[in-house]
């Protein structure tokens, strides 16, 4: 299993190289000037923009740039917000630890929604309770997020005032005081997700109750309860396991509309400015965060695959 | 009679589908002694499989149903019995194994797990004696290495091992009652042998009763002793298994007899019945076999022959032109004219 991990962990290499090239482009060869921008109006002469162009690399080839920008990214140097002139990596250090908690809360919730709710309606299949999961699963995926968000701010923030609504206490706060202000956003976030758990909960729970497995723990004299959770969950599992890593990607997009509805200070709002203000270290920066969790996710999904299911392992 | 260990009486079990009501098991009947093997034989799709799962009451509901019949298991009727009633007797009282050994094992639960499941479930000690007893069990149906096999995953084994392992965990619980559901079909000739001779070694070791369920006649010659010829979700012919291949009655039981290859007989030679089972859609309205049959005759078309038992009701068979047969067969006109006026 070492090996295999070890395999494993080693063809991110590839992955990681690639996404920070996609980024690298993605500003490179991006359309519009951007070092005039990055002058404030007054400063933009001939001689200004050519001064910044060297002493960015701008002038050089791209594949040269390229090594710099990766040569100054395995430092830890990200660059500087042309908006803020700070450091990117340090603001995205300030920001990321909000919007990790809004994804975790997010997936939990969907998780906690989704399985329960699966499960049941695979083992009342046909019933009335079925029917209704079903359709909450329907209405988790299609509604968009930030129509769901606006109605739980009317609804749960303003008309009963039961939950705040936007921001989140950073300073002398702990984590308890926070999860108040992180209800309504991780809902809002996690109900696509729930709803498409849901969904593939409740048919890779009837595949599974449905298998040969099941059929010999019943004849074994096994309960219907100990067939659903010791036999035909487990396996119902992987397939989860692995949309679940899939929407993460997801997840983290909605994030970024989720933060600016309920004006979470984390990487999604600070995302947004950066596009806002053209702010393209910055920019450049929170894509690459965003897409190397990502690959993380997927790579603990697959470590976690690999522990549960005993017929991948070590090859 | 009275020492049966099971009886089976007029069961019916009925699957809804969009198509109609599948009559896959119509009121069939039949009996097994202590310590005695009882072959249920037939072609795929005659209802042998859902014949054993009503035993155990593991018919899937919807869309199936037992919809009438009794099934008395040590005198007393199954079908009346809780939910409850029936997981104490299941892998119990009453053990199933199956066909597909590489699927009839929760592929991501440890062999020891799997067995030590069913002693727990029913017996009334801890998990480390459960252990004890499973690799016991794995011992006796000839696991090599069993300490270590407890913790191997069914892919890591055979499919004739993963048998084994099924039968030690059906065993797990001195069932009275084994029931193998097509044991030897997914497995090779050599691998099949074995199993059969596992069976024969547990039969005699542990005096279970087994009903060996089967569309091989080789099979059933070898393990069985009293055999049941099933077609089309009713019993055509019922004998123990002398008279099964010495003296068949029914055209279907001699069809299947015709299919089985023979040592003394060239494989080419070998006569398969032509034609497939009819779907429950265009069933005939006399005899279910008719359109297959080389006997049929013009009341065959219309009206369907009922069971009748003749030899001091000890054998059986469905068919108007059973006499015949056996005229054709034997010759022996006193004899079966005696048989004639029992039947009629
Ligand atoms: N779950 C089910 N739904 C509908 N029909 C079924 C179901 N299970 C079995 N049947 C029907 O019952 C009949 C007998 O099946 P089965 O007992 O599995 O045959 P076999 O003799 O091969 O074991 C078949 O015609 C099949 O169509
Ligand atoms: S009753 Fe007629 S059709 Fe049916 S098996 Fe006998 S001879 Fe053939
Ligand atoms: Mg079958």
Redesign the pocket.
Known sequence: MGKYLARRILTTIPVLVGISFIVFALVSFAPGDSISLMLSNETVNVENVEKLKTELGLDRPWYIQYVMYMEKLLKGDMGRSVQFSRPVAEMIGEKIGNTFKLTIFSCLVSLCIAIPLGVLAAARRRSVFDYSATAIALVGVSMPSFYLGLLLILFFGLKLGWLPIRGLPTYDSTLFKQIRFLILPSITLGSSMAGILTRLTRATMIEALGQDFARTARAKGQSEIGVLFKHAFPNAFLPILTTFGMQFGSLLGGAVIIETIFSLPGLGMLAMNAVKFRDLPLIQGTVLIFAVCFVAVMLIVDILYVIIDPRIRYD | MADNLLEVKDLK?Y???EEGV?K??DGISFSIGRGKTLGIV????????????SILRL??NP??KIVSGSIVFEGSDLLKKSEKQMRGIRGNEISMIF?EPMTSLNPIMKIGTQISEAILLHQKIGAADARGKAIEMLTRVGIPMPERRMDSYPHQLSGGMRQRVMIAMALSCNSKLLIA??PTTALDVTIQAQIIDLMKKMRSEFGTSIIL?T?DLGVVAGLADDVVV?Y??KIVEKADVRNIFKDPRHPYTIGLLQSVPRIDQEVERLQAIEGV?P??REMPSGCAFCPRCVRATKRCKTEAPPLEYFDMERRAVACWNAETEKIAATGNAKNLSMDGEKSK
């Open positions: 079990t699957f809804r589908t599948v896959a098991v037939g072609e795929s799709g005659c209802g042998k499989s859902v014949a054993s799962l018919i899937p869309p199936g066909q559901d097509e369920i569309h099933m089309a979700g089972v779907n429950q």
